[in-house]
Structures are given as structure tokens and as C-alpha cells.
């Protein structure tokens, strides 16, 4: 069968993929936030989906707040922008929340067939389906609750938008290409700029009517940007200072920045030194978790789509994002893969795609050996995949040990207050509260050793307990601790 008669298939691959990054998600993640940040977005999500904005502040909520929740002019709220939770209100609101990254994991499977498909042809097509469907980068963050796999549908949509644009000239693709790139900026911002700032050039330079084809653009960005600023303003009373910002280990550049964590006061340093390491690594982790050899075939595939008019605005992206993130003082946490750079997958497997197609394409040895290394790739990708399952499974369980004995011991009407890791989960990653702390049957709070009474009496009503690990035996347990507020 021709690649040009069987189109039908990109459904099948679209389903398999959902289903795998859904299999992945229940049966080895556990469908747990395995990161401070899935908890933040699950939060916002949480408060958007009971149409608010913010949440008021508990009284107790110094002990109650984990990392990238902020407590703000008595308001709680996620440092993140707006686009990602709001996808995934819909998600809570309809009880699909474990369904809306894998659902994207398939979206993201067609979109990228068709900018393949009408960028070089169905063979190439297929051959970027495949790169990024058979990623265990790609199938493990479908699995979980990061914002990436949304972002790399916006950055994929507003592809395919220019690329309609550029071949029929309707305006109408224009003012749809602004309205994704901009919904793509309200769900990672930086990301947003880095990757589609070269296609949009590339799709002005080509337009023929320059100023129309920039009009409808802007037209379609202003929605989602007015509800990116509106949301900022919501948030910090300013239009252009994200939430985000209001912490400083999250702003941009290089200098030092000032840590803090109740009485503990840091200092810590970014600079060009540790911006090289951080790319190294991430570099690193780019071979080592994409299909295998992609960022090396996408760089061939750079080299022969050279004098393509859209090839080398991909290319040029997925660069800038990768330098555009050595302004980041962050690795990213706990990831699968180096996750800042996931959403130029799209662009890496097309320019991959463009490379293989060459090999395919060429004399009848080459084209065997081609065949026999994607066989043996996608082997290996498999194999990478079992021993991933087996890593995260067990770090997942681990991380749930908090968790488990809380159901163990069927507590009701509880504060445990968190005074171990869990695993390698630190304490912070582990105070994880509803919106709505009182309506909690379990309410988890820092430890804070003598402070803790200041918890212990605004909540008379609640039996507490004491999260620990034994330094001689290494078990965790549950300790019910009494108020020394009587003494």
C-alpha cells in the first residue's frame, strides 16, 4: 500500500497514541502529579473550573502553601498563565481531566501529518508521525499534566495556519494563525516567542500583501492576548508582569537572586557558566530521550531542505529555543526528558523526516540500509520504553508513600504535618491542598516544629499528625501529635 492511499491511517495513529500516553499515565504514573509544577497547574484548573480567578487566603495558609502556589495580597492563585489551566478546567469540570494530554497527543499526531503532508509529501509525512508518535519524550509528557503538550499543539496549529496562508492567500488563515499563536503564548509565553518568532517572519516576508496578511494576524492575536494581560492584571495588578514574575527564581537572565523559605534565606547565582551547563545537559537529554538519532537526522534534514522556503524558519526556531532557555536558571525539575524543549519536537521531526526521506529516496542498498536503521530504532525506543516504565513506576510509588498511609489509616478531619520527603520528593512538593483547604477530609501543612501550635489553633476542630521517616530503618509512618497549647 502507497503512502498516498492510506490517509485514513493517521487516525488509527492518532488513537494509538492517546491510548499509549493514557496507558502510561494510569498504569506507571498513576495518574499522580509527579511535579510541583502538574500540582500548580491542577490547582489553577481546580479554582477556574469554580469560575474564579483566585482563591482567599487561609488563615493558616503560610503552612499550607507549596512551591509555584502564591499567596498574594490575601489572594491565592499558580504563578502560571492562564491558557494551559484553562484547558484543563475543561477537563475537571467534565471529569476527562486524565484524558485532556493524551487527547492533545493525538491532535498534535494529525496536525503535524498535515503540515508534513502538504510541506514535502506524504512520505515525509509519515516518517515525522513516526518520529515524534514512537518518542518516549513525546509519550511521557502526553502522560502527564505539564502545559508542553498543549503548547505543542499552538505551536503546531499556528504552523499549519501560515503554511494555509501562504499557499492560498485567503486572510481569513492569517487572522487564525495570530488567534493560536497567541492562545500558544498564553500557555508558555517564552516559548511561544522563541519557536514561532521565525516562521512568522518567514510567512510575512513571503506574503505578497504584506500589511493585510499582518492585520489579520494581529486581528486573531488580540483575543488571547487581552486574556493574557487581563489575567496578569487580575493577578498582579499589572498588564505585562506575569504572575510568575512575583518570584524571583523565575525571572529571566543572568545575576543572583534571592531565595526564600520561611527563615531561610539563599542567595543564588546565574551566569554564563551555569547556562552552559544546563545546555550541555539538556543537549544530553535530547538524544538520549527523542527517537533515536532524531537531533542528528533533523540536522541533515536542515542541511538538504536548505533552499526550502519553510525548512530553515524551523530549523532557526528549534534553535533559538534551545539558546532562548539558557536565559532560564532552571533545569526544569522533575521531567521526562529535557521538557523546555519539547514542543520543537514538531519542527525536529519534520526536518528529520526531510533527512530520511533523502536516504529512502536513494540508491536500492541505501534505501535497505535506511529501512533496517528505522527497524532497529524503533526497537531500541521500545526497549527504552519498558526501562522507563520500570524507573518511573517505582519512583512513583515511593513518592506515594505519604499518600498511602494517609488512606491506610483512613484519616478524617486530619492535618499531617509533612516532616520528611517522600522518596526523593521533597516536603515542599508534598503540601498538596484543594483550593478550599476546610473542605478537605486531609489538609497537609509544612512542618515547622514549635510554630506548629499557630496551626493547631486555628483548627481545634482537626486531629493531627506527624509525617516522618525513621532515620534507622528508613520507614515512614503517621504520628499523632497532641497541642502543647495548655502548657
Not at 493574557?228 to 537572586?257: C, M
Request: hydrophobic share 45%; with cysteine; proline share 5%.
Amino acid at each position: 500500500m502507497s503512502f498516498r492511499h492510506c490517509h485514513w491511517l493517521i487516525g488509527w495513529a492518532a488513537a494509538a497514541a492517546a491510548l499509549a500516553a493514557y496507558g502510561i499515565s494510569a498504569l506507571v504514573l498513576q495518574h499522580f502529579p509527579n511535579s510541583a509544577d502538574e500540582h500548580a497547574y491542577r490547582f489553577q484548573a481546580r479554582v477556574l473550573a469554580q469560575g474564579q480567578v483566585t482563591v482567599p487566603a487561609h488563615p493558616g495558609q503560610e503552612f499550607l502553601n507549596p512551591f509555584y502556589i502564591l499567596t498574594h495580597h490575601g489572594r491565592v492563585f499558580s504563578i502560571f498563565p492562564p491558557g494551559w489551566p484553562l484547558v484543563l478546567a475543561l477537563g475537571v469540570r467534565t471529569g476527562l481531566e486524565d484524558w485532556i494530554n493524551p487527547g492533545l497527543a493525538a491532535a498534535a499526531i494529525v496536525v503535524l501529518y498535515r503540515i508534513g503532508k502538504l510541506l514535502c509529501g506524504p512520505r515525509e509525512a509519515w516518517l515525522a508521525v513516526l518520529f515524534m508518535g514512537a518518542s518516549t519524550f513525546f509519550l511521557w509528557n502526553s502522560a502527564s499534566y505539564f502545559s508542553h503538550p498543549a503548547c505543542l499543539v499552538g505551536v503546531l496549529l499556528t504552523a499549519w495556519f501560515l503554511l494555509q496562508a501562504d499557499r492560498a492567500g485567503y486572510p481569513g488563515w492569517a487572522v487564525m494563525a495570530g488567534a493560536a499563536s497567541s492562545w500558544t503564548f498564553s500557555v508558555r509565553e517564552l516559548t511561544a516567542v522563541l519557536l514561532l518568532l521565525a516562521p512568522v517572519l518567514a510567512a510575512v516576508y513571503r506574503s505578497p500583501r504584506r500589511m493585510r496578511f499582518l492585520g489579520g494576524f494581529l486581528l486573531g492575536a488580540l483575543p488571547g492576548l487581552l486574556l493574557y494581560v487581563g489575567y496578569n492584571a487580575e493577578l498582579t495588578g499589572r498588564w505585562f508582569y506575569p504572575a510568575r514574575y512575583l518570584l524571583e527564581s523565575e525571572r529571566l537572565g543572568f545575576g543572583e537572586r534571592r531565595i526564600t523559605l520561611f527563615d531561610y534565606v539563599e542567595i543564588q547565582t546565574y551566569g554564563a557558566r551555569e547556562a552552559v551547563n544546563h545546555l550541555a545537559r539538556n543537549l544530553g537529554r535530547l538524544l538520549l530521550w527523542t527517537f533515536p538519532g532524531l537531533p542528528l537526522l533533523a540536522v541533515l534534514g536542515a542541511w538538504q531542505g536548505r533552499h526550502d522556503p519553510w525548512l530553515p524558519s524551523f530549523g532557526a526556531a528549534v534553535v533559538l529555543l534551545i539558546l532562548g532557555y539558557c536565559l532560564y536558571p532552571s533545569e526544569g525539575g522533575n521531567q521526562y526528558g529535557p521538557r523546555f524543549y519539547y514542543e520543537s519536537l514538531g519542527f525536529l521531526s519534520l526536518l528529520g523526516a526531510r533527512g530520511v526521506a533523502g536516504i529512502l529516496g536513494g540508491e536500492s542498498r541505501w534505501r535497505r540500509v535506511g529501512w533496517a536503521g528505522l527497524c532497529v530504532a524503533m526497537g531500541f525506543s521500545l526497549i527504552a520504553g519498558i526501562i522507563q516504565s520500570r524507573f518511573y513506576y517505582r519512583q512513583v510509588y515511593e513518592r506515594r508513600n505519604l499518600e498511602r498511609l494517609v488512606a491506610y489509616h483512613r484519616l478524617e478531619q486530619a492535618v499531617v504535618f509533612v516532616g520528611a520527603p517522600s522518596g526523593d520528593m521533597t516536603q515542599g512538593d508534598l503540601i498538596r491542598n484543594a483550593p478550599d483547604p476546610d473542605s478537605a477530609a486531609v489538609i497537609y501543612a509544612w512542618d515547622r516544629g514549635e510554630k506548629n501550635d499557630q496551626l493547631m489553633k486555628l483548627m481545634p476542630e482537626r486531629v493531627f499528625y506527624l509525617f516522618r521517616q525513621d532515620p534507622g530503618s528508613g520507614v515512614f509512618y503517621l504520628r499523632q501529635c497532641a497541642s502543647r497549647l495548655g502548657e
